[in-house]
């Protein structure tokens, strides 16, 4: 699976659109592109995922660019129940099952 | 309905035991992973089990083990416990076999090993 970076910390004020950067510059063409996050204490909670195209659904945005080496998670009104680690993470469709984990993004939202 | 659910919660067990974890999957969910995940290593997949059979299994020792039921339930097993097997153990079940099916986990059993 391709290797992706994240920014190790980030703030958001509360009420504010948080936007989560993730580079993937090695992925290929039939990974996937998955963002899990843990809030304290909790198991990873699966937000959304895309190949190509902007994918939304009730909790996020995913913006992928053109050449799929980078993605951006959006929490369009972010709450302080979104404090939480945010992963991005490559993948098959199919076939090897396992998801590998990288260090996150440890978002920080604001009073 | 009804998420994962690990049982037990809080683990304290002492070098050289063995341990057995259990994971009751969402009903319908036929896949369940386990993972591990510590402070310095992070999330690291131990295996993952479909309809009774391992179908991938992550760089882990031989002393983990697990298995799955035919009602999808599934246990890990970690014999002749070290001081480094201290861990969240995190259990992930999904419909199928494909990872769009997006995995739900459990809240985790905290291992502690003294």
């Known amino acids: 699976d391709a290797k992706t970076t994240q920014p190790p910390s980030m703030d958001c004020a509360e009420g504010r659109a948080a936007n989560l950067p993730c580079n993937h510059s090695?992925?290929?063409?039939?990974?996937?592109v998955y963002w899990y996050r843990q809030i304290h204490s909790q198991g990873p909670q699966y937000i959304i995922h895309?190949?190509?195209n902007n994918e939304t659904n009730e909790m996020a945005s995913l913006i992928i660019t053109e050449d799929r080496k980078s993605s951006t998670l959006i929490l369009p009104h972010a709450t302080l129940r979104d404090t939480a680690v945010y992963y991005c993470?490559?993948?098959?469709?199919?076939?090897?099952?396992?998801?590998?984990f990288g260090s996150g993004t440890r978002l920080q939202v604001q009073p | 309905k009804a998420g994962v659910t690990q049982t037990p919660r809080y683990l304290i067990k002492t070098r050289g035991q063995q341990v057995t974890l259990s994971c009751s999957p969402i009903?319908?969910?036929?896949?369940v992973s386990w993972y591990q995940q510590t402070p310095g290593q992070g999330l690291q997949f131990l295996f993952e089990?479909?309809?009774?059979?391992?179908?991938n299994k992550g760089n882990f020792p031989g002393r983990f083990s697990g298995r799955q039921f035919s009602n999808s339930r599934s246990e890990m097993n970690v014999s002749t416990l070290e001081l480094g097997d201290s861990a969240l153990y995190l259990c992930?079940?999904?419909?199928?076999?494909?990872?769009?099916?997006?995995?739900?986990f459990g809240s985790g059993t905290r291992l502690t090993v003294v």
């Open positions: 992930a079940s999904s419909l199928g076999t494909v990872v769009s099916d997006g995995y739900t």
């Open positions: 090695t992925i290929s063409g039939n990974e996937y």
């Open positions: 895309g190949l190509k």
């Open positions: 993470i490559v993948a098959l469709y199919t076939g090897r099952r396992a998801l590998t």
């Open positions: 009903s319908g969910h036929r896949s």
């Open positions: 089990y479909f309809s009774e059979t391992q179908r």
